[in-house]
């Protein structure tokens, strides 16, 4: 999710932009993960820096693809 620097937040995130994005079905996401939440405190813990660009975001902003 590090292409996820988007200053709109944990809000804006979608299960559908991270699968369109990944190249996966939102079946394959919910296997692993059983929810938004779920999936971003996964991604989170992994990267300190990605949950800094989710909980202090801009709530007005664009998206910024990576």
């Known amino acids: 999710m590090r292409w996820f620097r ?7 995130l979608t299960v559908d932009q991270v699968a369109t994005r990944t190249g996966v079905g939102k ?7 059983a929810s938004k ?8 813990s992994a990267d ?6 989710l909980l202090h ?3 007005g902003g ?3 693809p990576r």
Do not use: W
């Open 6 to 12: 988007c200053s709109r937040g944990y809000p804006a």
């Open 27 to 33: 079946a394959a996401i919910y296997r692993r993960y």
């Open 37 to 44: 939440a779920e999936m971003a405190f996964v991604a989170t």
């Open 48 to 53: 300190p820096a990605m949950a800094h660009l």
């Open 57 to 59: 975001s801009d709530p």
């Open 62 to 64: 664009a998206a910024e």
